[in-house]
C-alpha cells in the first residue's frame, strides 16, 4: 500500500530559512553588525553632562510652553508671539496642501500611463511602441522623481532657480506625485484580475475595464493612501525649515538657536496638534468608505422608486470636508506668500542654465571629454562616496529593525484586541481592577504611539544631536520613532482586524495574552509584519540620505558639503548616489515583499 | 453616486492650478519709483540679531545715498552667495572665502570697503575651562584628543583659516588630526561657536576674534569658561562686495558713491551692524591669498 | 446552429489536465445543469464557454464562430450576448447596486456611455433595474453600497445584472450556493422561467442534485475533467450519480 503524501502546510518565510526563531536573530545580529560596521558604539548613548542639563531644561519647558514672546518682542513692528506661530503653522499647511493638489494631478497622470491593464488588446505596431514607450518613460521618470527626497529637490531648486515661494511647493509635490502614480498604478494593476473576470467577461473593451472595474476597485485603497500621504506631506513642509524656507522646522532651529526653549515646545505643540489633527479627518473619512460608519436602510417597507431615489444615502460629512477641503485648496493657491524680491524670468533662466553647466563633472568641463567623468567619479566614490552611502544604508537598516522590534513588543500593550476584557470575543473573567489597568496601557500606549509617528523624524533627529552630540545615535533613533509609531500602527490594525478563530484556542486552553500573542497571533501575522517591515525600510533608505544634512558623515553631509564649496557637479554626484542606493532598496523590498505575498497566499 | 469628494478634489486642483503664480510684490514694478538697493550678509552670528543691527545701517545708508535701502537676511552662507549671483542682492557683507566665491562667479564685481583693522585679521581657538589649556603662543597640539568645532562651514575665520593653520602646523587635515568626528555649526555662525564651547557641549572651538572680543565685552560671554587658547596668524577678512549691477540700476559712478558713503560713515549705530569702528577701502587683489589657501583646501577651483 | 459546440477539446494548466477530450453540444435555448464534485472542471468548463480561457486542444465554437478565428472586438460583441456569473459573483463592492447592474451592459455601450449610465442614468433604465430587482425581492437596496448586502443579496444582485444583460446565453458558476434552501429552490426556478419564457441557453453549475433534477431537462455530468453522464434529468439515477460522485480512498486520503 502506498504511502499516504505528507500534508503540507502553508509555507511562511521564516519556515523557508529556518524558522522563525532563526529569523528573528538573524534580524538581532544584522542590527548589531550595522550599528558596529558603522563606527556606533553603545557607549555613545550617553549624553554628556551638557547634554543631560539641556535634557532637564528641556523636559522642565515642555509643560511650559510659550504663549508671548521669551525675550520680548524682537522689534517695534513684530506681530504677537502666537499670530506668528499661527502664520508659520498655515504656511506649512499651505504648501502641504498645494504640493498635495499638484502630486494628485501628477498621481494621477503617472498612474495612468504606468499602468498597462488599459491598453488595447491587439494594437498595431505603432501604437504599441508608442504605449510601451509611455510605459517605460513614465515608470523610470516616476522611479527616479521618488528617489530623490524632497529636501533635496528644495534645495536643488533653491539653486538652480533662485529663491521662490514655489520652491517648497515644487520639492514636496515631485516626489509625492511620483510615489502616488507608482502607489496608484500598482493599486489598479491589482484589481485587474477581478475586473478582467468580472467586466471582460462580458464584453467589455479594456478602457472600460480600467475606468469601471480596476478604478472603482481600488478607488478605497487610493483615497486612503492619499489622506496618508496629506499627512506625510504636513511633515515634509514642517522640515522644508532646515534649508531656509521659512515654514515651522525653520522657526524651531530659531528658536533653538536663540534658547527660547518655551517657544521652541510652543512650535513644537501646535504641529504635533496640526498633524493629529488631519490624521483624524483622515480618519472620519476614511471610516465612511470602510463601511464602518452603516448607512441608512430605507425603514418603509415597499418603497417606490421615487421614494428610494430621494432617501437615497447621502454623507453630509463627506459633502462639507470636500467642499471645504476645495475652497481651502483654492484660497491657499491663490494666496501664496509674494517673493520679497522677485527674480525676473530670463534671470531665473539664466541662473538654470549655469546651474545645468556647472553640474557637468569638472574635469568634463576643462577638457570637454566625457571620458573624463570615469577617473573623477571613481575618485568621488572611493574618497568618501562608498563610505558614505554604506553609512546612510546602516543607519537605515539599524533604525528600521529596532523600530520593527519595538513595535512587534509593543503590541503587548498597544493593540485593542490583546487589552480589552472580552479578548477574542472571550470572556476572561471579571476584574474591575485589571479593566482599568487595561484600559489605561491600552490608551497610554497609542497615545505614545501617536506623538511618535506625528513627530517629523527630521526634527526628532535634530533636537537629539543636541542632546547626545555629533554620532550617529540621534539620526537612528529619531528614525526609529517614528517608524516605530507608524509600525505600531499597522500592526495593531493586523492584530486587530485578524480572524479571531485559531487565536481564541489558545485563550480557552487557559492560556493569559502574552501566550496568545507570541504562540497564536503572531506566527499568523508573521508573515504581513514582515511586508510592512520591508516597506517602512525602504523609506528609512531614503529618509537617511537627507539625515546626515544634519552634520553626520553620510550621503546628506557630503551634498551639504559640496554646496558649500558651490561644486554643484559633486553635488549631482551624490545626489545621484542617494538617488541609486533608494532605487536598491526599493527593487529589493519589492522582490523580498512580492516573496512574501506568494507565501501569504500558498 | 462616485465620490463626490474625489471629484472636487480633482476640480479644485486643476481650478486651482489655472489660477497660482507669483504676485509681485509693489517694490518691483517697474514704475518710476525707484528700486530699493537690497543689500544682505553672510549669517556669521544669530540671525535674529543681525537683522535688528543691520537696520540702521539701511537708514544711514538710506540718507546718504537718497535711493531706499532695505537689508535683507540670507539663509546661510551659500545663500548669501547665491543671491549675489543671480542679482537678488546687490550689496553684501561677505566673508573672505565667501567673497572670493561671489566675485567669482560675478564679473565685474568689486570689493569696496572693509573694516580698518580687516586686512590683518585672525581667529582665536577657544577652548573650556575643563579642559585644561592654557593660552600659549605655539599651536596647542593637545587639542588632538578633545571635541572640536568649526564656525560655519562656508566661514573663512571659523572654518577656512583655522583648516589651513592646522594642516600648516600639523602636516595633517582636520579628520586626520583629531581624534574625535570634527563639528560645524549648522546655524549661529560665530555666536553658536562661543556658546557650544562655553557650555561644555563642545571642548574646543575656532572663531573669529572679533565676535568672541565683542560678546565678551557686551557680557554675554564668560571668558574663564570659553578661554582663548591661541590666536592664530594674520589674514585678510570681510568686506562689502558690490554688484556691477548697481552702476547699471542707479546711474554711472553709483558703486564710487557707495563706497564714499561706507568708508565716510561715522554712524556708530551703523557701523555696530559690521562690529567695526571704522570702515577702510578695499579691492579684489587682497584677498588673492585666501583664494590660493582656498584652492589648497580644496574649498575653491 | 449550435449555441456551443466543443470537439474534443482539452484545457490543460502545465501538467494538470483541467479538461480531457469534451465532445458537447448545446443548442440554443437549451437548460443545462452542471454537476460534480469540486475540482472536476465545471468552472473551467464555464469559462470556456464564454472564452475566458482557450483550449489547449481541440475546437470550441461559440454561438456559431470558432474561437481561434476571432477578432477581440468580435469577441466582445459576442460577449455581449453572453452573461456569466462567476463563483465570486464580480460585483464591484464600492460601488452601488444599480451601478453594478448598469454594468450589465457594458459590452453594448461605449466607454463614455457607461460613464454616463453609472454618473447620470437614465429614468427608464433606472425603472428597469427596479423591476428586475423587485422581482428578486431586493428593490429597497437599489442604492445601496453592494458591499452592505449580505451574501445571498449579493448573488441576487449578480443575478439581476445578468438578467439586466439582456443575453441569449446565460453561464452561471454556482450562483445559489450561499443563499438558503428555500430562498435557493425559488432563484433557480426563476432563472428557469426567464430563461424559458425569453428562450435564454442557461448553463449553470450546482451542487444540489435535487434542484438539477428538477428543474433542468438536461443534466452533464464531470468527474476528473471528463464527461460522466450527459442526459436527461429523468435518467439520472442513483448509478450514474455514484460514477460522478464516488469518491475512492485514495481521494479521501488527499
Not at chain 1, 51 to 76: D, H, R, W
Not at chain 1, 153 to 158: E, V
Not at chain 1, 547 to 572: C, E, H, P, V
Amino acid at each position: 500500500m502506498s504511502q499516504p503524501p505528507p500534508h503540507r502546510y502553508p509555507k511562511s518565510l521564516a519556515s523557508v530559512i529556518g524558522g522563525k526563531r532563526v529569523l528573528m536573530v538573524l534580524l538581532v545580529v544584522v542590527l548589531f553588525s550595522c550599528l558596529y560596521l558603522a563606527g556606533i558604539r553603545v557607549s555613545s548613548l550617553k549624553p554628556s553632562e551638557y547634554g543631560l542639563k539641556l535634557s532637564y531644561e528641556f523636559l522642565v519647558a515642555a509643560v511650559q510652553p510659550a504663549l508671548s514672546y521669551e525675550a520680548g518682542p524682537p522689534s517695534a513692528d513684530a506681530p504677537p508671539f502666537l499670530l506668528k506661530v499661527l502664520t508659520a503653522l498655515w504656511l506649512t499647511f499651505q504648501y502641504a496642501l498645494c504640493s498635495m493638489s499638484v502630486a494628485l494631478v501628477i498621481g494621477f497622470i503617472g498612474g495612468f500611463f504606468s499602468s498597462s491593464s488599459w491598453w488595447p488588446e491587439n494594437p498595431n505596431r505603432p501604437l504599441k511602441i508608442a504605449l510601451r514607450g509611455f510605459f517605460l518613460i513614465s515608470r523610470f521618470v516616476v522611479t527616479l522623481g521618488r528617489s530623490v527626497h524632497e529636501l533635496i529637490w528644495a534645495l536643488l531648486i533653491l539653486t538652480a532657480l533662485g529663491t521662490t515661494p514655489l520652491a517648497g511647493i515644487i520639492a514636496i509635490s515631485i516626489p509625492y506625485g511620483c510615489t502616488l502614480a507608482k502607489i496608484f498604478s500598482e493599486m489598479i494593476d491589482e484589481q485587474a484580475g477581478i475586473a478582467r473576470e468580472t467586466l471582460s467577461s462580458i464584453g467589455a473593451k479594456p478602457m472600460q475595464n480600467w475606468l469601471f472595474g480596476c478604478l472603482p476597485l481600488a478607488f478605497t485603497d487610493m483615497l486612503s493612501y492619499t489622506l496618508y500621504r496629506f499627512e506625510c506631506a504636513l511633515r515634509s513642509s514642517a522640515i522644508l525649515g532646515f534649508v531656509g524656507i521659512p515654514t515651522i522646522g525653520y522657526h524651531i532651529v530659531q528658536a533653538f538657536e536663540d534658547f527660547h526653549l518655551l517657544e521652541l515646545w510652543t512650535y513644537l505643540y501646535t504641529l504635533l496638534a496640526m498633524i493629529i489633527l488631519s490624521e483624524l479627518w483622515g480618519k472620519s473619512i476614511r471610516a465612511r468608505f470602510n463601511g464602518q460608519i452603516a448607512e441608512k436602510t430605507n425603514a418603509c417597507k415597499n418603497p417606490s422608486l421615487k421614494q428610494l431615489k430621494s432617501q437615497r444615502p447621502k454623507s453630509w460629512w463627506l459633502r462639507i470636508s470636500g467642499g471645504i477641503a476645495l475652497a481651502t485648496t483654492i484660497f491657499a493657491w491663490l494666496n501664496i506668500p509674494a517673493a520679497r524680491y522677485p527674480l525676473s524670468w530670463q534671470r531665473r533662466l539664466s541662473n538654470l542654465e549655469s546651474f545645468f553647466q556647472q553640474i557637468v563633472p569638472y574635469p568634463v568641463q576643462k577638457s570637454g571629454d566625457w571620458a573624463d567623468a570615469w577617473p573623477w567619479a571613481k575618485n568621488l566614490l572611493a574618497e568618501s562616496g562608498t563610505e558614505a552611502m554604506l553609512m546612510t544604508l546602516y543607519i537605515a537598516t539599524a533604525a528600521a529593525i529596532m523600530a520593527g522590534v519595538g513595535a512587534v513588543l509593543s503590541m503587548l500593550w498597544a493593540s485593542a484586541r490583546l487589552n480589552r476584557m472580552q479578548s477574542f470575543e472571550t470572556y476572561t473573567g471579571n476584574s474591575r481592577t485589571e479593566l482599568w489597568r487595561r484600559r489605561l496601557t491600552r490608551t497610554a500606549s497609542h497615545f505614545v504611539l501617536l506623538i511618535a509617528r506625528s513627530s517629523p523624524e527630521y526634527i526628532l533627529a535634530f533636537l537629539l544631536l543636541q542632546i547626545f552630540g555629533p554620532t550617529a545615535w540621534p539620526l537612528i533613533l529619531g528614525l526609529a520613532i517614528h517608524n516605530f509609531g507608524l509600525m505600531g500602527r499597522l500592526y495593531s490594525e493586523l492584530v486587530d482586524n485578524h480572524p479571531a478563530e485559531a487565536s481564541k484556542q489558545s485563550l480557552l486552553a487557559g492560556g493569559n495574552r502574552v501566550q496568545t500573542y507570541f504562540g497564536a497571533i503572531l506566527p499568523q501575522v508573521f508573515n504581513r509584519y514582515l511586508l510592512y517591515f520591508f516597506y517602512r525600510w525602504e523609506t528609512c533608505v531614503r529618509d537617511s540620505t537627507v539625515l546626515g544634512m544634519l552634520g553626520i558623515l553620510s550621503l546628506g553631509f557630503l551634498i551639504t558639503d559640496a554646496k558649500t564649496r558651490l561644486f554643484y557637479d559633486n553635488l549631482m554626484f551624490f545626489v545621484l548616489l542617494g538617488a541609486l542606493l533608494v532605487f536598491i532598496g526599493d527593487m529589493l523590498s519589492y522582490w523580498i515583499r512580492a516573496k512574501l505575498r506568494q507565501l501569504d497566499h500558498s | 453616486m462616485r465620490n463626490q469628494s474625489l471629484t472636487l478634489l480633482a476640480l479644485g486642483a486643476a481650478f486651482g492650478l489655472s489660477s497660482c503664480g507669483e504676485k509681485s510684490s509693489p517694490a518691483a514694478d517697474e514704475s518710476a519709483e525707484i528700486k530699493p538697493l537690497v543689500f544682505s550678509a553672510i549669517p556669521d552670528e544669530k540671525v535674529s540679531d543681525q537683522d535688528a543691527k543691520f537696520q540702521a545701517m539701511a537708514k544711514y545708508l538710506s540718507a546718504t545715498l537718497e535711493v531706499p535701502v532695505e537689508f535683507s537676511i540670507s539663509a546661510d552662507y551659500n545663500a548669501a552667495v547665491q543671491r549675489f549671483k543671480n542679482g537678488e542682492v546687490h550689496l553684501v557683507w561677505f566673508g573672505g572665502l565667501s567673497g572670493v566665491q561671489a566675485r567669482d562667479a560675478v564679473e565685474g564685481a568689486e570689493a569696496i570697503a572693509q573694516g580698518a583693522e580687516d586686512p590683518k585679521y585672525k581667529s582665536y581657538f577657544i577652548a573650556h575651562s575643563s579642559t585644561g589649556l592654557a593660552k600659549s603662543d605655539e599651536f596647542p597640539a593637545g587639542i588632538k584628543e578633545f571635541s572640536f568645532t568649526f564656525g560655519s562651514p562656508q566661514s573663512t575665520s571659523g572654518r577656512l583659516m583655522p583648516t589651513w593653520f592646522i594642516k600648516q602646523f600639523t602636516q595633517q587635515t582636520p579628520e586626520e588630526f583629531f581624534t574625535q568626528p570634527v563639528q560645524f555649526q549648522t546655524s549661529g555662525g560665530h555666536h553658536s561657536t562661543a556658546k557650544a564651547v562655553e557650555s561644555g557641549s563642545v571642548q574646543v572651538g575656532a572663531l573669529s576674534y572679533k565676535k568672541y572680543d565683542s560678546m565678551v565685552a557686551d557680557g554675554e560671554l564668560d571668558p574663564t569658561k570659553a578661554v582663548i587658547i591661541w590666536e592664530t596668524p594674520f589674514y585678510a577678512d570681510y568686506n562689502f562686495t558690490a554688484h556691477p549691477e548697481l552702476n547699471e540700476i542707479y546711474g554711472d559712478g553709483f558703486t564710487n558713491k557707495l563706497q564714499k558713503a561706507l568708508i565716510e560713515c561715522t554712524d556708530a549705530e551703523a557701523l555696530n551692524a559690521v562690529n567695526r569702528s571704522q570702515l577702510i577701502e578695499a579691492n579684489n587683489e587682497e584677498f588673492e591669498g585666501i583664494r590660493v589657501v582656498a584652492q589648497e583646501l580644496e574649498m575653491l577651483r | 446552429m449550435a449555441s456551443f459546440h466543443l470537439s474534443n477539446t482539452s484545457v490543460q494548466f502545465g501538467q494538470f489536465h483541467a479538461l480531457k477530450s469534451l465532445h458537447i453540444d448545446i443548442q440554443p435555448a437549451e437548460r443545462l445543469a452542471l454537476i460534480g464534485t469540486s475540482g472536476s472542471g465545471k468552472t473551467t468548463l464555464l469559462k470556456l464557454l464564454n472564452a475566458q480561457i482557450t483550449a489547449s486542444q481541440g475546437e470550441v465554437q461559440i454561438l456559431g464562430e470558432k474561437v481561434d478565428t476571432l477578432s477581440p472586438k468580435r469577441l466582445r460583441q459576442l460577449r455581449s450576448h453572453i452573461a456569466f456569473i462567476p463563483q465570486h459573483l464580480g460585483l464591484i463592492s464600492n460601488l452601488r447596486v444599480f451601478q453594478n447592474i448598469m454594468l450589465g451592459r457594458v459590452g453594448k455601450r461605449s466607454t463614455l456611455g457607461t460613464l454616463r449610465d453609472l454618473a447620470m442614468p437614465a429614468d427608464e433604465e433606472m425603472q428597469k433595474i427596479f423591476d428586475i430587482l423587485n422581482s428578486l425581492g431586493i428593490a429597497e437596496k437599489l442604492y445601496q453600497r453592494t458591499s452592505s448586502l449580505s451574501g445571498g443579496q449579493q448573488q441576487r444582485v449578480a443575478l439581476a445584472r445578468a438578467l439586466y444583460q439582456n443575453p441569449e446565453v446565460l453561464l452561471a458558476d454556482e450562483p445559489v450556493s450561499a443563499v438558503d434552501p428555500a430562498r435557493a429552490r425559488s432563484m433557480v426556478q426563476l432563472l428557469n422561467k426567464i430563461a424559458s419564457e425569453n428562450k435564454l441557453t442557461l448553463i449553470m453549475s450546482i451542487h444540489n442534485i435535487e434542484l438539477a433534477q428538477e428543474f433542468f431537462p438536461r443534466v452533464i455530468g464531470l468527474r476528473g475533467g471528463e464527461i460522466s453522464y450527459d442526459g436527461t434529468n429523468s435518467q439520472l439515477d442513483p448509478a450514474a450519480l455514484e460514477r460522478i460522485y464516488k469518491l475512492n480512498t485514495d481521494e479521501l486520503s488527499q
